[in-house]
């Protein structure tokens, strides 16, 4: 089983800040939360990875609270071409693998 | 650099034949992973292998599916018999080390229908 929640879909239009929030009540010390992209007829794409607070790369943000119980994955700006799948997984040091849920399919419209 | 490799990008069966995937792992990254990944829903973990030694095949149906990763470099991953809910797109992935800090870089992955 996934150890993470997130919504089923979302939408928004081009311009928009889209925020998209996973839940991970039983989150370990040691595990660290990662979020991957997936455009139709490809494989997902690793997109940002955080243990704790604000993350920031040149594709998006990441927010982690205190708890670290959830994290928001941020978008700035979205365009038609972020129209994917965003999975938010949990993960650990100790080399189990990654387990997808069936992530978050966020559609972009003009 | 190079992404991970698989072939071939698509296969058509009949149910009861056997079919072959292969993958070609970015170079130097010592953990691989084979995903199943049916329409609508998210990657499903096949099996792990960490050099050529497997690491996790729990969710692997033995029976009829088997992999192998020869030298710690190419893996294949087999269905002999193939069933109508084999239908998927196998995915392969690979990472510099098998610890959650290391992004997993994937293939473009093989779509498999199995009529």
């Known amino acids: 089983l996934a150890k993470t929640t997130q919504p089923i879909s979302m939408d928004s239009y081009e311009g928009q800040e889209v925020n998209i929030t996973c839940s991970h009540n039983n989150i370990a010390t040691n595990d660290y939360i990662t979020w991957y992209q997936q455009f139709p007829s490809q494989g997902p794409r690793f997109i940002i990875q955080g243990y704790k607070t604000k993350v920031t790369n040149e594709v998006a943000s990441l927010f982690i609270p205190a708890d670290r119980k959830s994290s928001t994955l941020s978008l700035p700006r979205v365009s038609l071409s972020d129209t994917a799948v965003y999975y938010c997984?949990?993960?650990?040091?100790?080399?189990?693998?990654?387990?997808f849920g069936k992530g978050t399919t966020l559609s972009v419209s003009s | 650099e190079a992404g991970v490799a698989q072939s071939p990008r698509y296969k058509i069966i009949e149910k009861r034949q056997s079919v072959a995937f292969w993958c070609n792992p970015i170079s130097g990254h010592a953990t691989l992973y084979w995903y199943q990944q049916i329409l609508g829903q998210g990657p499903k973990l096949l099996i792990q292998f960490q050099n050529n030694g497997v690491v996790d095949d729990s969710q692997l149906p033995k029976d009829r599916f088997s992999a192998e990763r020869l030298k710690g470099v190419d893996s294949t991953l087999k269905i002999q018999p193939a069933k109508l809910e084999d239908s998927a797109v196998y995915l392969c992935?690979?990472?510099?080390?098998?610890?959650?800090?290391?992004?997993?870089?994937f293939g473009s992955g093989t779509r498999l229908t199995v009529v």
């Open positions: 992935a690979s990472s510099l080390a098998w610890t959650a800090n290391y992004g997993y870089t």
């Open positions: 997984l949990v993960g650990d040091q100790a080399g189990t693998a990654l387990i």
